[in-house]
């Protein structure tokens, strides 16, 4: 079965940087997309950011010029570096991969288990 395990998080105040990581156990030549989500309290949860096999990558207006998304040189790891943090990033984030399986001829998803960011002002 597979699965994202994903590391980081935590608090901090505004200003401040947070990393987070998100290990996927699926083959990277499978893996077509990965992302981060966002659920604030109150809210459903969000696209932040994505990247796809290509390294093309997408973020929402609001994260644009402080959050990068990257993998790393396994391929099958992604990692949503947050800088200049504000309070309105708190949230729980959810890392989303995206893989192909060959057998099926069908897309899967995969979610992470969700990791608590918070901002303090």
């Known amino acids: 079965q597979v699965q994202a395990v994903e590391s980081g998080g935590g608090s901090v105040q505004a200003g401040g940087s947070l990393r987070l990581s998100c290990a996927a156990s699926?083959?990277?030549?499978?893996?077509?997309?990965m992302a981060w989500y966002r659920r604030a309290p109150g809210s459903q949860r969000d696209l932040v950011a994505s990247?796809?096999?290509?390294?093309?990558?997408h973020y929402i207006d609001s994260v644009k010029g402080r959050f990068t998304i990257s993998r790393d040189s396994a391929m099958n790891t992604v990692v949503l570096q947050m800088n200049s943090l504000q309070p309105e990033d708190t949230a729980v984030y959810y890392c989303?991969?995206?893989?192909?399986?060959?057998?099926?001829?069908?897309?899967?998803?995969?979610w992470g288990q969700g990791t608590q960011v918070t901002v303090s002002s």
């Open positions: 699926v083959s990277p030549s499978a893996i077509q997309s």
């Open positions: 990247i796809n096999m290509r390294g093309d990558t």
């Open positions: 989303h991969v995206q893989f192909f399986i060959r057998t099926r001829l069908s897309a899967e998803v995969v």
